[in-house]
């Protein structure tokens, strides 16, 4: 695996997001948002598709939060929202690029 998409370090806060440190040092920050609105799994890609939020749904909590979070292998992360949304897998090469593109 390239180093750049190694993920040493994984710090979520529940309420505001998460940072992913990198082995090459790089740090990636996301917003709860961002991770919800661009959550990688069919259905809120449907959504997208559709010109739809993926986020919130009809009777989404408010306010978003994470309620746990799991490493997927040693390639990605996969969060439960606080609405049970949970299939969502975030590979740490696809949050390195999005972090990178700002």
Do not use: K
Request: net charge negative; proline share 7%; aromatic share 10%.
């Amino acid at each position: 695996m390239d180093e750049r998409y190694e993920a040493v370090d994984i710090v979520v806060n529940r309420t505001e997001g998460m940072i992913v440190t990198f082995a090459d040092d790089f740090v990636a920050e996301f917003n709860l948002m961002t991770l919800r609105l661009e959550c990688p799994c069919a259905e809120c890609s449907n959504y997208r598709d559709m010109g739809q939020e993926s986020w919130p749904r009809p009777g989404s909590p408010v306010p978003l939060e994470i309620t746990t979070a799991e490493l997927h292998g040693g390639w990605g992360l996969t969060p439960t929202w606080n609405d049970g949304h949970r299939t969502g897998i975030y590979p740490f090469e696809a949050l390195r690029r999005r972090a990178e593109r700002g």
